[in-house]
T-cell receptor
Framework: KNEVEQSPQNLTAQEGEFITINCSYS?????LHWLQQHPGGGIVSLFM?????KKHGRLIATINIQEKHSSLHITASHPRDSAVYIC????????????WGAGTKLIIKP | ETGVTQSPTHLIKTRGQQVTLRCSSQ?????VSWYQQALGQGPQFIFQ???????GRGNFPPRFSGLQFPNYSSELNVNALELDDSALYLC?????????????????FGPGTRLTVL
């Protein structure tokens, strides 16, 4: 079992829909990263959080430390949101290096 | 504030050759991490350099080596290239506290270098 699990693996939705991507982890963490990667492109950090909720534009990230679960939400989704979204955790168990999820491939159709 | 830059953008090499990839860290950062991302896979941690010293290494053979310079820029060197080394190589810079450990360790990524080995 992977230490960081994301769901779903793939997600296709219509423009305007509310999107939720989930991340569960089994290790103790000090912080959790949500990152975005466009096809063939580099990685962009969206959020870094260790508790509660953060919002940036149409993106919202939440984390529940007790349940070891985080969600990334996209409101009013747009085709330019199409990308791979990756959850990665920072854990003392890995000497504070990132432990990566497998990513969720999101396609938003116009 | 200058972001993380990498060079070259794309590179084609043949099996057995050697390659050097470069990364300039974000202003104010003292740490560079390197990752290998094969097509359709998640990034795999290669190693991290903090204040010119290796500060952690993933499961990669010794033919993957690195350097960090006094200005905190970094190089990744790969010797005796193999076909499986074809991948996107990403570097990320961050600021670590004294001792090279940070429980927060927010990393900022460069655009990557696409290496193709023929």
């Amino acid at each position: 079992k992977n230490e960081v699990e994301q769901s779903p693996q793939n997600l296709t939705a219509q423009e305007g829909e509310f999107i939720t991507i989930n991340c569960s982890y089994s290790v103790g963490i000090s912080a959790l990263h949500w990152l975005q990667q466009h096809p063939g492109g580099g990685i962009v950090s969206l959020f870094m959080l260790s508790s509660g909720k953060k919002k940036h534009g149409r993106l919202i990230a939440t984390i529940n430390i007790q349940e070891k679960h985080s969600s990334l939400h996209i409101t009013a989704s747009h085709p330019r949101d199409s990308a791979v979204y990756i959850c990665a955790v920072i854990s003392p168990d890995s000497n504070y290096q990132l432990i990566w999820g497998a990513g969720t491939k999101l396609i938003i159709k116009p | 504030e200058t972001g993380v830059t990498q060079s070259p953008t794309h590179l084609i090499k043949t099996r057995g050759q050697q390659v050097t990839l470069r990364c300039s860290s974000q202003s104010g950062h003292n740490t560079v991490s390197w990752y290998q991302q094969a097509l359709g896979q998640g990034p795999q941690f290669i190693f991290q350099y903090y204040r010119e010293e290796e500060n952690g290494r993933g499961n990669f053979p010794p033919r993957f080596s690195g350097l960090q310079f006094p200005n905190y820029s970094s190089e990744l060197n790969v010797n005796a290239l193999e076909l499986d080394d074809s991948a996107l190589y990403l570097c990320a810079s961050s600021f670590l506290l004294a001792g090279g450990i940070s429980s927060y360790n927010e990393q900022f990524f460069g655009p990557g270098t696409r290496l193709t080995v023929l």
